[in-house]
């Protein structure tokens, strides 16, 4: 039985890591869909002759209002992507996650049938059919994040893992492109998305508990097709009694009760409105910005670079998609230096008296600062235009992106308590998405008083970004102030 049992959690973790891979972040992979679009002749209608490029042949029309619809959609896509993340986390904690995943694949597969359909007549539906896309693999991701509590010290390594798959799915809009090029129809790679959902649905019920995994694992814990009664095994493991046999080490920051004091249990709202949720809300939403930012203007970006020279921007488009690929590579990194520093500063707290709080905070600190400064070197490297140095951003680009959702995603389940982690993980990507939406201004800036010139904005933005190393040392400092302090600030 343990055996099986075994086999079950690896098959669980090896198709996760698929479909993450697979589908849940395909969305950012856009700059090689545009690419497809434009060949499809997708809001041509939008560009019109440019005076000044009349005497070139190889470019005489202006498709600056183009390329904005295109960022428009790109815009309201990854607004929706994190927006929506709140509710849909809602209902992963409240309806669990079988509930959810179907809700996940109903809106996925609506979505791919649409783009399916889609032709340049009626490009308007991009409209409806990206941001159900993307919130349907959001919904992939946020259930297959607990999957990490199947295998207890590595939690935070699986997590980044997962993350980093995420945005190495980004890679599959350039296997459609480059399909595209060899004479597959788009009609036909969305409908083969479209079929994949029969798979979605069997692992939903075969390899995916009804309910959440608990944190941490019972030692009876079954789940799939190890337990004939998955939803009475899983409603025992979440008792609330079992939270007093949790050891201190597997508690989340703010669960750790001082000595004689009794566990009480705190609402979602007191942890949402603490300076430190604040802080790493301001620190994700900076980040975030630029990432999305460079994303959705790359294609405009490298046509200028390459002076409209289609072959060379398709050139570039590859390389890029190709190191997002890597994302499931870099992002464990991250993860792994977590989990050593966590039990580095575990076996230091057992000298010293430090409490176990600020093991926690401790063992975050380098990861955020290390996010931040990523993201700054990919920030001064964009602003340079020469084209070949962008092959050293995408690099830093992939690094910076894969570390931060990882980074994010185990913050707030290290920080915050288990049983709330669906929602402040979907109240900080819907607040952050509010920033997000300031892409589409700046990048009509960049297009419009700026004459294609982003310099000043992506100066601008390198700036801003260096504030964001202000939340690893307010991180720092509240270890400090709780070292040798038995109880965990708020």
């Given at each position: 039985?343990?055996?099986?049992?075994?086999?079950l959690r690896v098959a669980t973790l090896l198709t996760g890591l698929l479909e993450c891979l697979g589908f849940a972040g395909i969305l950012f992979g856009w700059a090689s869909l545009v690419f497809v679009f434009k060949m499809e002749h997708y809001f041509e209608d939008l560009c019109e002759p440019n005076a000044e490029l009349m005497g070139n042949a190889t470019e005489q029309t202006d498709c600056r209002a183009q390329d904005e619809r295109?960022?428009?959609?790109?815009?309201?896509?990854?607004?929706?992507?994190?927006?929506?993340?709140?509710?849909?986390?809602?209902?992963?904690?409240?309806?669990?996650?079988?509930?959810?995943?179907?809700?996940?694949?109903?809106?996925?597969?609506?979505?791919?049938?649409?783009?399916?359909?889609?032709?340049?007549?009626?490009?308007?539906?991009?409209?409806?059919?990206?941001?159900?896309?993307?919130?349907?693999?959001?919904?992939?991701?946020?259930?297959?994040?607990?999957?990490?509590?199947?295998?207890?010290?590595?939690?935070?390594?699986?997590?980044?893992?997962?993350?980093?798959?995420?945005?190495?799915?980004?890679?599959?809009?350039?296997?459609?492109?480059?399909?595209?090029?060899?004479?597959?129809?788009?009609?036909?790679?969305?409908?083969?998305?479209?079929?994949?959902?029969?798979?979605?649905?069997?692992?939903?019920?075969?390899?995916?508990?009804?309910?959440?995994?608990?944190?941490?694992?019972p030692p009876s814990y079954q789940y799939g097709l190890c337990s004939g009664n998955s939803s009475t095994e899983e409603e025992k493991a979440d008792e609330p009694e079992k939270v007093e046999h949790r050891s201190k080490e597997h508690l989340s920051l703010d669960e750790i009760p001082g000595p004689g004091q009794q566990q009480k249990p705190r609402s979602f709202w007191r942890y949402a409105f603490s300076r430190r949720f604040a802080c790493?809300?301001?620190?994700?939403?900076?980040?975030?910005?630029?990432?999305?930012?460079?994303?959705?203007?790359?294609?405009?970006?490298?046509?200028?670079?390459?002076?409209?020279?289609?072959?060379?921007?398709?050139?570039?488009?590859?390389?890029?998609?190709?190191?997002?690929?890597?994302?499931?590579?870099?992002?464990?990194?991250?993860?792994?230096?977590?989990?050593?520093?966590?039990?580095?500063?575990?076996?230091?707290?057992?000298?010293?008296?430090?409490?176990?709080?600020?093991?926690?905070?401790?063992?975050?600190?380098?990861?955020?600062?290390?996010?931040?400064?990523?993201?700054?070197?990919?920030?001064?490297?964009?602003?340079?235009?020469?084209?070949?140095?962008?092959?050293?951003?995408?690099?830093?680009?992939?690094?910076?992106?894969?570390?931060?959702?990882?980074?994010?995603?185990?913050?707030?389940?290290?920080?915050?308590?288990?049983?709330?982690?669906?929602?402040?993980?979907?109240?900080?990507?819907?607040?952050?998405?509010?920033?997000?939406?300031?892409?589409?201004?700046?990048?009509?800036?960049?297009?419009?008083?700026?004459?294609?010139?982003?310099?000043?904005?992506?100066?601008?933005?390198?700036?801003?970004?260096?504030?964001?190393?202000?939340?690893?040392?307010?991180?720092?400092?509240?270890?400090?102030?709780?070292?040798?302090?038995?109880?965990?600030?708020?």
């Amino acid at each position: 039985m343990a055996v099986q049992g075994l086999c079950l959690r690896v098959a669980t973790l090896l198709t996760g890591l698929l479909e993450c891979l697979g589908f849940a972040g395909i969305l950012f992979g856009w700059a090689s869909l545009v690419f497809v679009f434009k060949m499809e002749h997708y809001f041509e209608d939008l560009c019109e002759p440019n005076a000044e490029l009349m005497g070139n042949a190889t470019e005489q029309t202006d498709c600056r209002a183009q390329d904005e619809r295109f960022s428009l959609i790109f815009t309201l896509a990854t607004f929706m992507n994190n927006f929506m993340t709140f509710p849909t986390g809602y209902i992963f904690d409240r309806f669990k996650t079988t509930v959810a995943r179907l809700v996940a694949i109903f809106l996925y597969t609506s979505a791919t049938l649409t783009i399916a359909f889609t032709s340049a007549e009626s490009a308007l539906l991009l409209f409806l059919a990206m941001p159900m896309l993307t919130m349907g693999g959001i919904l992939f991701l946020i259930t297959n994040l607990q999957v990490g509590n199947l295998f207890g010290k590595h939690r935070s390594t699986i997590i980044m893992l997962y993350n980093g798959a995420f945005d190495s799915s980004s890679a599959v809009f350039l296997i459609i492109k480059l399909l595209y090029e060899q004479g597959i129809s788009l009609r036909a790679s969305f409908l083969f998305l479209s079929v994949c959902s029969a798979w979605h649905t069997g692992r939903t019920f075969f390899l995916m508990p009804r309910g959440h995994i608990p944190y941490p694992l019972p030692p009876s814990y079954q789940y799939g097709l190890c337990s004939g009664n998955s939803s009475t095994e899983e409603e025992k493991a979440d008792e609330p009694e079992k939270v007093e046999h949790r050891s201190k080490e597997h508690l989340s920051l703010d669960e750790i009760p001082g000595p004689g004091q009794q566990q009480k249990p705190r609402s979602f709202w007191r942890y949402a409105f603490s300076r430190r949720f604040a802080c790493h809300l301001v620190w994700l939403s900076v980040i975030q910005l630029w990432n999305y930012l460079f994303i959705g203007t790359l294609n405009s970006l490298l046509t200028n670079l390459a002076s409209g020279d289609r072959a060379l921007v398709s050139t570039y488009t590859n390389a890029f998609a190709i190191t997002q690929f890597f994302g499931v590579l870099c992002a464990p990194w991250n993860g792994l230096l977590m989990d050593w520093l966590k039990q580095k500063y575990q076996r230091e707290a057992g000298k010293t008296g430090s409490s176990a709080s600020a093991v926690v905070l401790y063992s975050m600190v380098p990861s955020l600062a290390l996010m931040s400064l990523l993201c700054l070197g990919f920030a001064l490297c964009a602003s340079v235009p020469v084209l070949s140095l962008q092959y050293l951003t995408f690099i830093l680009q992939v690094v910076s992106r894969s570390f931060l959702y990882g980074g994010n995603a185990a913050f707030l389940t290290l920080v915050f308590p288990s049983e709330h982690f669906g929602k402040p993980f979907g109240l900080v990507m819907a607040l952050s998405a509010i920033v997000s939406l300031l892409q589409f201004p700046i990048f009509t800036l960049i297009k419009g008083p700026l004459q294609n010139d982003p310099f000043a904005v992506n100066i601008t933005l390198g700036l801003i970004i260096l504030l964001t190393f202000i939340h690893p040392f307010l991180v720092y400092r509240e270890c400090q102030g709780q070292k040798g302090s038995p109880s965990a600030a708020a």
